[in-house]
Antibody, heavy 120, light 110 residues
C-alpha cells in the first residue's frame, strides 16, 4: 500500500523559500489519475489547504497563497514537491502531503507531516 | 473565502451519539455536495472519514455518518467509543478550484 513521507529543512529563515518533497513508497504516486496535494497546520490550529496538482499537470492553489506557491511532480522519482517563497513566521506549520482522486472528494492518503519553522 | 465554521468542542459519554456541525455559505457547503470530514488524533495525520457529504471510504465504521441541510453539514458519531476522542475537521469544495477547511472540533469522550 502506498505510503507518503515528507522531507525537507525543518528551519527556514524569513524571506527565504520553503521547499518540501513528498516521496511515495510501496506504490506509485501516479496511479489512478492522481491528485496530489499539500495541506498545512500551524501549531495548535486548524488545517489549511495549500493546493494540489493533477496527473495532467494542472495545478490548483489556495487564492491566499497562490502568488507564493509552486507545486511539481517527478513521476520518475515517485515524488512531488512544494515551494513557498518569501516566507514569514505565519508560514510556520506542520506540512502534510496527501493523495486523492480529485479536488471534490477529499484526500484518502496522507503523509505523517513535517514541521517547518520560520525563524532567523 | 473564509474558513468553514465549526464549534470548537463537543462531548459525549460512551455509547451516546454526538453531532458536529460545519457551517458555510451558498458558495461552498450549500452550493455543492462535496463535503468531506477528517478525524485527527493528536500528533497524527488526518484520516478521511466521509466524502461527498455522506459516503464512507472502505474501512470506516458505519458509526460515522454525514449529512447536509442548506449551508450546514453535519457529522454524527454514534455509539461513542474512547478511541473516537480526536479532532474533527470538515472540508468543502469552494468553487473556482478552491478547497476550504473548518476550524476543527475537539471531541471529548466523557
Amino acid at each position: 500500500q502506498l505510503q507518503l513521507q515528507e522531507s525537507g529543512p525543518g528551519l527556514v529563515k524569513p524571506s527565504e523559500t520553503l521547499s518540501l518533497t513528498c516521496t511515495g513508497s510501496g506504490g506509485s504516486i501516479s496511479s489512478d489519475y492522481y491528485y496530489l496535494g499539500w495541506i498545512r497546520q500551524p501549531p495548535g490550529k486548524g488545517l489549511e489547504w495549500i493546493g494540489s496538482i493533477y496527473y495532467s499537470g494542472t495545478t490548483h492553489y489556495n487564492p491566499s497563497l497562490k502568488s507564493r506557491v509552486t507545486m511539481s511532480v517527478d513521476t520518475s522519482k515517485n515524488q512531488f514537491s512544494l515551494k513557498v517563497r518569501s516566507v514569514t513566521a505565519a508560514d510556520t506549520a506542520v506540512y502534510y502531503c496527501a493523495k486523492g482522486k480529485d479536488i471534490l472528494t477529499g484526500y484518502y492518503q496522507w503523509g505523517q507531516g513535517a514541521l517547518v519553522t520560520v525563524s532567523s | 473565502q473564509s474558513a468553514l465554521t465549526q464549534p470548537p468542542s463537543a462531548s459525549g459519554s460512551p455509547g451516546q451519539s454526538v453531532t458536529i456541525s460545519c457551517t458555510g455559505t451558498s458558495s461552498d457547503v450549500g452550493g455543492y455536495n462535496y463535503v468531506s470530514w477528517y478525524q485527527q488524533h493528536p500528533g497524527k495525520a488526518p484520516k478521511l472519514l466521509i466524502y461527498e457529504v455522506s459516503k464512507r471510504p472502505s474501512g470506516v465504521p458505519d458509526r460515522f455518518s454525514g449529512s447536509k441541510s442548506g449551508n450546514t453539514a453535519s457529522l454524527t458519531v454514534s455509539g461513542l467509543q474512547a478511541e473516537d476522542e480526536a479532532g474533527y475537521y470538515c472540508s468543502s469544495y469552494g468553487g473556482s478550484n478552491n478547497v476550504l477547511f473548518g476550524g476543527g472540533t475537539m471531541l471529548t469522550v466523557l
